[in-house]
T-cell receptor, first 110, second 115 residues
Framework: SQKIEQNSEALNIQEGKTATLTCNYTNYSPAYLQWYRQDPGRGPVFLLL?????KEKRKERLKVTFDTTLKQSLFHITASQPADSATYLC?????????FGSGTQLTVLP | EAGVAQSPRYKIIEKRQSVAFWCNPISGHATLYWYQQILGQGPKLLIQ????????DSQLPKDRFSAERLKGVDSTLKIQPAKLEDSAVYLCASSMGGVGGEKLFFGSGTQLSVL
């Protein structure tokens, strides 16, 4: 069955550093992968989408890579800020089906 | 533009009782989703509507859960009877057309506690 694994533990980093979050998937060949941010008590908010034929996508301080050979996506936040503290969810998808990972809780320390 | 609206925000019930959640998607969005998010886990799709037709309900526990989307706009999700393991946040989301790769817009969810 499909399996999605994100950083198994919470990630704490110092303000100004680059945060790197990992999303690995198995038994799955997604056509695209989305990343969402979720704050406590709120629904997820869409951040970025990357398709299988794209290696890298950028948006402001965010960068996503997609390696279909390794079955892995990396999500980077450069020059991190305390306001970036949240849970980040990866969601590989194909056709109309989107499956969410359990998320990585990121804390940026001032 | 207005976001996805959900109500109630919180609900506490006893096991074996019934409960209903309501969702109003973003205007013009053809696709509506109901997700269940258990604490510490990612959202799990329960049911997906395209207009007022069901696209995917493979993970909906149909013996106790039901959902409808009348007139292709608002939707309700019902649980009857509730079990302790139904305690979770129920998220409604919508997207424009349901084409693969579209971004989803989520509501803030209904937090359900079953005692």
């Amino acid at each position: 069955s499909q399996k999605i694994e994100q950083n198994s533990e919470a990630l704490n980093i110092q303000e100004g550093k680059t945060a790197t979050l990992t999303c690995n998937y198995t038994n799955y060949s997604p056509a695209y992968l989305q990343w969402y941010r979720q704050d406590p008590g709120r629904g997820p908010v869409f951040l970025l989408l990357i398709r299988e034929n794209e290696k890298e996508k950028r948006k402001e301080r965010l960068k996503v890579t997609f390696d279909t050979t390794l079955k892995q996506s990396l999500f980077h936040i450069t020059a991190s800020q305390p306001a970036d503290s949240a849970t980040y969810l990866c969601a590989p998808g194909s056709a109309r089906q989107l499956t969410f990972g359990s998320g990585t809780q990121l804390t940026v320390l001032p | 533009e207005a976001g996805v609206a959900q109500s109630p925000r919180y609900k506490i019930i006893e096991k074996r009782q019934s409960v209903a959640f309501w969702c109003n998607p973003i205007s013009g969005h053809a696709t509506l989703y109901w997700y269940q998010q258990i604490l510490g886990q990612g959202p799990k799709l329960l049911i997906q509507f395209q207009n007022n037709g069901v696209v995917d309900d493979s993970q909906l526990p149909k013996d106790r859960f039901s959902a409808e989307r009348l007139k292709g706009v608002d939707s309700t999700l019902k649980i009857q009877p509730a079990k302790l393991e139904d305690s979770a946040v129920y998220l409604c989301a919508s997207s424009m057309g349901g084409v693969g790769g579209e971004k989803l817009f989520f509501g803030s969810g209904t937090q359900l506690s079953v005692l």
